[in-house]
């Protein structure tokens, strides 16, 4: 009798282990889904989700619930882009102000490629775009690339040359940098390492990689890939990792780690997985999303060839490529439809171009080493009141998502929650002091308590790229 209740106690956990597993790898549709084809999203810094109408100049804002949960969230309509620009594979970012910056477009409203140079800022506080003119003599941006740097500067690349920018935030002017690029940007993306230098890929030039150093406005050689990533002149997204590796997949459906040298050295690069051959066809990533998960492994949607059909999602978790359940439009997407961010909840929040935004979930849970640390913080808040908060590991171990040169949303700036009643309030952060990734050093920035939270005692975190800091208390009066 032991024996038996043994056996079945243990086949009841294993049982439970696996549903959770199960609901941990499962995509959830949003409640209220959009009544518009949801295109590139960012995340804002009072925790909701701006969502571009596809090829259009229409935006909308994801709100959560009183809980914060995106699934239940509801749907606002923002200012539209200034009249003219309509883009579709485009530089984009968050900047350490709060602002949202979106350059060029390989598309202008409509389906002839346009490469066009016109850009904007837009103003969450007061819902409003301004119209931002492209550095000078650059008549096209196209589906540019861009990376915020760890002062806080925009940096932006040119699609159709080997040119990139640096952008003034008080004068909106810019400056050429960038000396030294061996070939073109075209088709290629940016990943922001933890010593401030920035890693590409080439293409045109593969399987050369780069490394831009912001200290000296120089790229200089990062080494050669084992193996060639590139294919139909296109690649896929490179992910930096909490053990400080990046994660490269390629078009050709091979991937590759980097493992970034220190004081000087170039760095080594070793093979990764190989994606698999499907009913014949290689999968691989000839453009398309990847975002980095709470665990530390890496999702990524594929599919075979140039642009075809169906996608198929796979998790990178340090050594496998393991493949993950579909979305319920995956048979008829291609990965290039696809974009990933992640939400200050872990999850990823994924569009397609469709009505159908989706929910995952990963596997795990964070390393608590890789959580932000309060250092200081206010005991006491009020509402419509600006608070500083400091700490490290607000920025995160990595920009944790992207795409390459049609589409960036990366997430390591901190965001600051409060919970109070049972509800959960995002406070609007602005002022980063720095947007280094995997950084020990301390890094504070400003927080505005909304008007409508209601007096308590509650408690603060800080999340950045979706794990959340230990609490601390907080009381609003």
């Known amino acids: 009798m032991w024996y038996t209740q043994k056996l079945m106690q243990k086949l009841l956990l ?34 909701t989700v701006m969502v571009q109408e596809g090829n259009a100049r229409v935006w909308w804002k994801l709100t959560p619930d009183s809980t914060g949960d995106y699934a239940n969230g509801t749907w606002s309509k923002l200012a539209p882009l200034p009249s003219g620009y309509s883009p579709l594979y485009y530089a984009s970012a968050v900047l350490p102000n709060g602002q949202v910056v979106v350059n060029g477009g390989e598309y202008n409203g409509g389906s002839k490629p346009v490469e066009t140079n016109l850009g904007a800022i837009y103003n969450p506080v007061t819902n409003k775009w301004k119209s931002l003119a492209a ?31 640096i952008l003034d935030f008080s004068t909106l002017k810019w400056t050429i940098t960038g000396a030294g ?3 073109a ?16 890929v080439d293409v045109s030039d593969e399987p050369n990689t780069e490394r831009y150093d912001p200290a000296t406005g120089t790229w200089s ?11 139909f002149s296109e690649m896929g997204p490179a992910i930096l990792r909490p053990d400080g590796t990046v994660f490269a997949t390629g078009a050709s459906g091979k991937t590759a780690i980097y493992t970034p040298g220190t004081g000087g050295a170039v760095g080594v690069w070793t093979s990764g997985p190989d994606f698999p051959v499907i009913g014949g066809k290689q999968v691989d ?59 200050p909840t872990g999850q990823i929040f994924f569009t397609d171009g469709s ?22 913080a206010p005991a006491t808040v009020a509402p419509g009141k600006t608070y500083k908060i400091s700490g490290v590991g607000f920025n995160g171990m990595s920009q944790a998502s992207a795409y390459g040169d049609d589409a960036q949303s990366a997430t390591n700036y901190p965001l600051v929650r409060i919970a109070i009643g049972g509800n959960v309030y995002y406070c609007r952060t602005s002022g980063h002091s720095s947007m280094a990734v995997a950084s020990p050093a301390t890094v504070s920035t400003n927080f505005e308590v909304p008007s409508g939270i209601p007096a308590g005692g509650g408690e603060l975190v800080v999340v950045a790229n979706g794990i959340a800091s230990t609490p601390v208390a907080v009381t609003v009066n």
Not at 40 to 46: A, C, R
Not at 137 to 162: A, E, K, R
Not at 185 to 200: H, K, M, R, Y
Not at 355 to 376: C, R, S
Request: contains cysteine; aromatic residues 8%; negative net charge.
């Open 14 to 47: 294993t049982l439970v282990a696996l549903a959770g597993l199960a609901h941990a790898q499962t995509w959830q549709p949003l409640t209220n889904q959009p009544s518009f084809g949801a295109g590139t999203s960012l995340l804002l810094t009072d925790g």
């Open 221 to 231: 050689s990062a080494g050669k890939t084992p193996v060639n990533l590139e294919d």
């Open 355 to 376: 009505k159908d935004v989706e929910l995952f979930t990963g596997p795990g849970v964070p390393n608590p080493a890789w959580a932000p640390v309060i250092a200081t």
């Open 181 to 183: 690029k061996a070939d």
């Open 285 to 343: 990533i000839a453009d398309g999303p990847g975002a980095l998960l709470p665990n530390g492994d890496v999702l990524v949607a594929a599919s075979p060839g140039a642009y075809n059909t169906p996608m198929t999602f796979y998790e990178f978790d340090g050594v496998n490529l393991n493949s993950v359940p579909g979305t319920p439009n995956a048979s008829r997407d291609s990965s290039y439809y696809g974009r990933m961010l992640v939400l």
């Open 135 to 165: 550095p000078s003599g650059w008549s096209q941006i196209g589906d540019g690339q861009s990376v915020v740097l760890p002062d806080g500067s925009y940096m932006l690349g040119n699609c159709c040359t080997s040119k990139q920018a």
């Open 185 to 200: 940007n075209s088709e290629e993306g940016w990943t922001l390492l933890p010593d401030g230098t920035v890693l590409t």
